[in-house]
């Protein structure tokens, strides 16, 4: 039990990461293989979820409440969005989509820079869940990092239910295998690409969101998530919901235990990872949800 | 990843700001003459971290920086003071583009920055390539005073050898004998690393285990229970900012506060007590400064800081405010004759800085030869316990200056 239980906990710490990686690499993959749209701008919703977490929490004085309105307000921003600039993009060659979203990422620090501002913010852990158990006799942990995990979990069984066992879900499968035939039989398909990309939007910003309070809220924080998203996504295999579950609990624990026991290399073994999976499997771990 | 203007800067596109940057290199030599006419002021190029986990840094070294030239009624030498500014967003990667605008566009006359290590270690070698005049007020790598010095290059702040080195000796006089430690991996923390290696190792002490997380990453959490499970009698650290204070936060919140002391380089606390000053009590540092200093030029300097910005002073402000008295002092002695290079560092070289720290020389290398003290988190303040070492000089890594 000795030599187990930092093994354990690193396993956990793992989980915990890679449930939130989840969050925003399911969007990035759905959008992407439902859609077929190049989303770069996907590292920035989680900031601004993170932003409004923190301003929300501020104004209510609640967490909680801040992230019920934050999901409004960035489902609202999807929907917008989609609306407004994505839609004119489907089926263009994905450098123009790239370039595109290339641009929402600096209009979107921009714009951060002017309402929020430039400083480094932290948000506070709410209250009912700021305390620490203790797991050995050195080692306690916040119980929120559990409750982020919890939330994740949820989350993921919620789209597993979504789509494998909902109507929509199906109009889903069906528009990302044959986007005519699905048109053909009568689906709204631009309704459906509006609905994907608002949820991968409202996916990103809850992560950023639910991560706040324990990864604090700065300038550029969508980047290097945005990075390690590309990386689950590939590994996990393009599209897969599936797959970016995998793929991100893999990147999860990858990091975490290389962090610790491999710390010169910290920071590359996700990469080999990648490299790794590549290799092997150069399609991903797994197909097309 | 993207890019974010300093929100001072004025608001042009990139295509404009091509075209414009074309026509002011054409245009320099055309006006060369127009310039001469007027009384000529001294440029000065601040380029500092304005976002991310080091903005409130580069705010508190500009403040000093002002107040020290404010002190002599905004001149140095006689000479009034153009300031340019440029955001260096703390990416080393930028920092090429970053000084050439400084220097290539705007022509200022001395550089002042930066933070980063990285982004300073850019800095060195664009200045050692065009003899720009360079003051770095913070940013420690062991290599600008080192291998890559230059007769045209001043630090005023420490090199990332120097604060952390006596902090070995403290720890074993603590009782101390094994020891982990962490910090980001960079070159200020790497070089952090090596230099409390060497002195806590030359006690007998041992470093049982290094451990890190790319920069500026602040995911603590797996790196904290491996300090658990190995159970050192203490941990030490480097950490500065933001990410200082998420660290200081969750090594408490980990429950590892009250078991396992800690202890780091003076960054680990300074400028971060108002935000997790429950969580830092105790926690002792050395540092090339301490609040609550027994001098008296220290307490005019902080009531005239706290007067002037609305905020108390740390040692970043110092650290500013002392590149101020540098340039002040230097420009002073060459009475404004900035053309005479020669002479400016000459003067540089042999100043002596009664800094709020306590006093300071420069030396050979162009770092400062200065006090390093122990401080103890008491309230909101790094409370002064004792002097660590005394006129503490880096040691001398291979520098060479023509």
């Known amino acids: 039990m000795d030599h187990l239980a930092p093994i354990l906990i690193q396993v956990l710490n793992g989980l915990q990461y890679g449930l939130l990686l989840f969050l925003v690499a399911s969007g990035l993959t759905l959008i992407f293989g439902i859609m077929g749209v190049i989303n770069l701008a996907h590292g920035s919703f989680y900031m601004i979820g993170a932003y409004f977490a923190w301003s929300l929490a501020s104004y209510f004085g609640n967490l909680l409440t801040a992230i019920l309105v934050g999901i409004v307000l960035s489902v609202l921003l999807?929907?917008?969005?989609?609306?407004?600039?994505?839609?004119?993009?489907?089926?263009?060659?994905?450098?123009?989509?790239v370039l595109l979203t290339y641009g929402l990422i600096l209009i979107f620090e921009q714009l951060r820079s002017l309402i929020w501002g430039d400083e480094v913010q932290g948000v506070k852990v709410p209250e009912l869940f700021n305390y620490s158990i203790p797991l050995t006799d050195t080692l306690s942990y916040p119980v929120y990092r559990l409750v982020i995990s919890a939330a994740c979990v949820a989350i993921a069984l919620g789209l597993h239910w979504l789509i494998r066992r909902t109507r929509l879900g199906m109009m889903i499968r069906a528009g990302a295998h044959n986007r005519e035939m699905t048109e053909a039989m009568g689906i709204n398909v631009r309704m459906l690409f509006a609905v994907v990309f608002s949820l991968g939007v409202a996916l990103a910003a809850l992560a950023g969101m639910l991560a706040s309070p324990v990864s604090s809220v700065y300038p550029n924080m969508g980047s290097q998530v945005l990075i390690i998203c590309f990386v689950v996504v590939v590994i996990g295999g393009i599209g897969s919901v599936k797959g970016a579950l995998v793929g991100a609990l893999l990147i999860g624990l990858a990091d975490t235990f290389g962090q610790v026991y491999l710390p010169q290399l910290a920071g590359m073994v996700v990469y080999l990872l990648m490299a790794a999976v590549l290799v092997f499997r150069p399609e991903g771990l797994f197909r097309k949800t | 990843m993207s890019h974010t203007p300093n929100p001072t800067d004025s608001p042009v596109s990139r295509r404009r700001f091509i075209s414009l940057s074309g026509g002011v290199a054409a245009g320099a030599a055309l006006s060369a003459p127009f310039v001469q006419a007027q009384p000529a002021k001294i440029k000065v190029g601040m380029m500092l971290p304005a976002t991310g986990t080091f903005a409130s840094l580069g705010t508190a070294i500009t403040n000093g920086f002002r107040m020290a030239v404010g002190e002599r009624g905004g001149k140095l030498g006689g000479r009034e003071i153009e300031y340019f500014a440029v955001d260096d967003e703390s990416n080393p990667a930028k920092a090429p583009e970053n000084t050439n605008r400084l220097v290539q566009r705007d022509k200022v006359d001395v550089l002042v920055g930066t933070v980063h290590s990285g982004v300073a270690l850019g800095m060195a070698k664009i200045a050692r390539e065009t003899g720009t005049l360079?003051?770095?007020?913070?940013?420690?790598?062991?290599?600008?005073?080192?291998?890559?010095?230059?007769?045209?290059?001043?630090?005023?702040?420490?090199?990332?050898?120097?604060?952390?080195?006596?902090?070995?000796?403290v720890m074993a006089e603590r009782g101390h004998k094994t020891v982990v430690w962490i910090s980001w991996k960079y070159a200020a923390g790497d070089e952090s690393a090596r230099s409390f290696k060497e002195g806590f190792e030359k006690t007998g002490g041992k470093v049982v285990k290094e451990l890190g997380l790319p920069f500026p990453n602040v995911e603590f959490q797996p790196l904290l229970a491996e300090i658990a499970a190995i159970k050192p009698d203490a941990v030490a650290c480097f950490f500065?900012?933001?990410?200082?204070?998420?660290?200081?936060?969750?090594?408490?919140?980990?429950?590892?506060?009250d078991k396992i002391p800690l202890y780091g380089s003076g960054f680990l606390t300074d400028g971060v007590l108002q935000a997790v000053q429950a969580q830092a009590q105790g926690v002792m540092t050395t540092l090339h400064y301490a609040d609550s200093l027994p001098s008296k030029r220290d307490q005019e300097f902080r009531l005239g800081y706290v007067k002037q910005f609305k905020m108390q002073p740390d040692v970043y402000a110092v650290q500013g405010y002392d590149t101020g008295l540098l340039l002040a002092q230097a420009m002073e002695s060459v009475k404004g004759d900035f053309g005479n290079k020669a002479a400016l560092i000459k003067a540089m070289e042999g100043v002596k800085i009664d800094s709020p720290r306590g006093a300071w020389t420069m030396s050979k290398e162009h770092n400062p030869t200065q006090d390093i003290y122990l401080r103890k988190v008491e309230g909101e303040q790094n409370k002064f316990v004792s002097v660590a070492w005394k006129a503490l000089s880096e040691p001398s890594r291979g520098c060479r200056m023509g």
């Open chain 2, 134 to 169: 360079l003051l770095i007020p913070n940013a420690g790598a062991d290599d600008i005073t080192g291998p890559m010095c230059s007769s045209n290059i001043f630090r005023t702040s420490f090199s990332n050898w120097q604060p952390i080195h006596p902090l070995g000796k």
């Open chain 1, 78 to 97: 999807g929907l917008a969005l989609e609306r407004l600039l994505i839609r004119h993009f489907y089926g263009r060659d994905h450098l123009y989509q």
């Open chain 2, 240 to 257: 500065a900012g933001a990410g200082a204070a998420k660290f200081i936060s969750d090594y408490a919140a980990a429950g590892l506060k």
